[in-house]
């Protein structure tokens, strides 16, 4: 079922979650890639199978498409960041589906660079993560959703969930790094 009501993300129709969960196989990729402000350029057919849209309802648009509403934004200001300095990242993100499925994935995100050295884009390759790092994730990212919601203005959540992040892991492991690789390590299939 669609959301009717004006949309949050322009002038798109924003797919209502209904809590179903899909999924995919463990030896399949979901691709895609973006030009350096997020906009898709390219999505594979595991993506768009999975999402449920057809490549040209894809192609052209920014990528929160896909984005859940229970997804942290300190999440996506954490990729951001670390893409901005140019490194790579690995986060596990809860994905929108366009009959309002969500779906989670393991994502590795990376910078593609011109031959002047500057960003010409971005590449994801997500798989599916085991049930375990979803369990692990999950309490966590409720925490930061639960902090942001406590503010009115996004700017105030994402300052306030991102020093949650920071704290939470702190407490688990010595940087996001540690943890994120703790918890990939750690996955049974
Ligand atoms: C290559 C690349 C892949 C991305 N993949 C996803 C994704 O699968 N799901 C998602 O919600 N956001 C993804 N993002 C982040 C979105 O661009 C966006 O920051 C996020 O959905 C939060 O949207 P918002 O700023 O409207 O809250 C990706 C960004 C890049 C550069």
Redesign the pocket.
């Known amino acids: 079922m669609l959301d009717t009501r004006p949309a949050a993300?322009g002038a798109r129709s924003v797919p209502r979650p209904t809590g179903v969960e899909r999924t995919f196989a463990a030896d399949e990729l979901i691709v895609?890639?973006?030009d350096p402000r997020?906009v898709i350029t390219y999505a594979n057919d595991v993506f768009l199978r999975v999402s449920g849209y057809d490549l040209d309802q894809v192609l052209g648009q920014?990528?929160?498409l896909?984005?859940?509403p229970d997804?942290p934004?300190a999440v996506?200001k954490l990729?951001?960041d670390t893409?901005a300095a140019r490194q790579e990242v690995f986060a596990y993100?809860d994905?929108l589906a366009a009959d309002g499925g969500h779906y989670w994935?393991l994502?590795h995100?990376t910078p593609s660079y011109g031959a002047d050295g500057a960003v010409v884009g971005?590449?994801?390759n997500?798989r599916r993560p085991a049930r375990s790092a979803v369990e692990r994730v999950r309490p966590l990212y409720q925490r930061l959703l639960a902090e942001e919601r406590r503010h009115p203005n996004a700017r105030a959540a994402v300052e306030a969930s991102s020093r949650l992040l920071g704290e939470l892991i702190a407490e688990q492991a010595q940087s996001y790094d540690d943890w994120i690789w703790s918890i990939i390590n750690d996955e049974e299939h």
Do not use: E
């Open positions: 993300r895609s890639k973006t997020g920014p990528h929160n896909i984005r859940h997804m934004r996506f990729l951001w893409l993100i994905n994935v994502a995100v971005y590449h994801s997500r």
